[in-house]
């Protein structure tokens, strides 16, 4: 993937590694989405609990982790940050939407009105939305897309270039989206949104520097490309906490 970028004449200080979730019970959540998703839940550790698919070789652009974590808050208004899931079919999307709701999701009303995806929340209130059949998620896996509202797509998609390693894709016409460079796992999609942030986002995204690069170099490069220091309460942390220029945060891992 690195040599890709160099060939494409840019180094990408970072790459996307993980989604971070917060949660007031991070165990039932993620055994929740590893349900959902037919994921797996990871070995705990002290902090996070882990769900990727079976097999997973951390970190790989196949599938992007998601990560739960624990805290106090309890969840205010609507997700800024959600997941897309794929279907196969109208059958297979109906059949999902019935999975899930076994499961302990529950539907949400977000103001979508007459659309062809559903919209549900897991059992957090999180929403999320389960989608009609497209091709163009025919080889995501189950996650079709991470969607993120922006006030500006297009003003903000070339940081999140930058940030994610990612490339320039096609898979919306209402927004922007990026993808892997090899073409796997699901896309990020920047979605135009009329709603101010007024919170700290509980859904946000994780990435780090490749294994043998400088941390506070990524770091700089970021902030350089309009990225800001913010202080959510982290305390003394191997990672950093930035907002990107909308001020959406998201955190520089330790290199990996």
Same mark, same amino acid.
């Given at each position: 993937m690195r040599e890709l970028m160099r060939e494409c004449g840019r180094t990408m200080p970072t790459r996307l590694v993980?989604?971070? &979730? /917060? %949660?007031? /019970?991070?165990?039932?959540?993620?055994?929740?989405w590893a349900a959902a998703l037919g994921w797996e839940v990871a070995p705990e550790e002290p902090d996070e609990v882990d769900v990727w698919p079976p097999g997973f070789?951390? $970190? /790989?652009? @196949?599938a992007l982790p998601l990560v739960? =974590?624990?805290?106090?808050?309890?969840? %205010?208004?609507?997700? !800024? &940050? *959600?997941?897309d899931l794929a279907s196969k079919s109208r !059958? *297979?999307? @109906? @059949?999902?939407?019935e999975r899930l709701l076994a499961l302990g999701a529950a539907p949400a009303g977000i103001g979508q009105r007459d659309v062809p995806w559903t919209v549900l929340a897991d059992p957090e209130g999180n929403e999320f939305c389960v989608l009609d059949p497209r091709p163009v998620y025919r080889d995501t896996? $189950?996650?079709?897309?991470? &969607?993120?509202d922006c006030a500006d797509p297009a003003a903000i998609v070339g940081f999140w270039e930058l940030a994610t390693g990612w490339k320039p894709a096609s898979s919306t016409d209402s927004g922007r989206s990026l993808r892997s460079p090899d073409g796997l796992g699901p896309y990020l999609e920047l979605l135009p949104s009329l709603d101010r942030k007024t919170v700290k986002n509980r859904i946000h995204l994780d990435v780090a520097p490749y294994q043998d690069d400088d941390h506070a170099a990524? =770091? !700089?490069?970021?902030?350089?490309a309009g990225a800001t $220091? =913010? /202080?959510i309460g982290q305390g003394n942390?191997?990672?950093?906490?930035l907002a990107d220029p909308e001020g959406s945060e998201f955190c520089v891992l330790s290199p990996r």
């Amino acid at each position: 993937m690195r040599e890709l970028m160099r060939e494409c004449g840019r180094t990408m200080p970072t790459r996307l590694v993980h989604l971070v &979730v /917060d %949660a007031a /019970d991070p165990a039932r959540l993620a055994r929740f989405w590893a349900a959902a998703l037919g994921w797996e839940v990871a070995p705990e550790e002290p902090d996070e609990v882990d769900v990727w698919p079976p097999g997973f070789s951390y $970190p /790989d652009s @196949a599938a992007l982790p998601l990560v739960f =974590v624990p805290v106090p808050e309890p969840k %205010a208004g609507k997700n !800024r &940050v *959600h997941l897309d899931l794929a279907s196969k079919s109208r !059958r *297979h999307q @109906a @059949a999902e939407v019935e999975r899930l709701l076994a499961l302990g999701a529950a539907p949400a009303g977000i103001g979508q009105r007459d659309v062809p995806w559903t919209v549900l929340a897991d059992p957090e209130g999180n929403e999320f939305c389960v989608l009609d059949p497209r091709p163009v998620y025919r080889d995501t896996g $189950p996650v079709a897309a991470v &969607v993120a509202d922006c006030a500006d797509p297009a003003a903000i998609v070339g940081f999140w270039e930058l940030a994610t390693g990612w490339k320039p894709a096609s898979s919306t016409d209402s927004g922007r989206s990026l993808r892997s460079p090899d073409g796997l796992g699901p896309y990020l999609e920047l979605l135009p949104s009329l709603d101010r942030k007024t919170v700290k986002n509980r859904i946000h995204l994780d990435v780090a520097p490749y294994q043998d690069d400088d941390h506070a170099a990524a =770091v !700089r490069s970021l902030t350089g490309a309009g990225a800001t $220091p =913010v /202080d959510i309460g982290q305390g003394n942390v191997p990672w950093t906490v930035l907002a990107d220029p909308e001020g959406s945060e998201f955190c520089v891992l330790s290199p990996r």
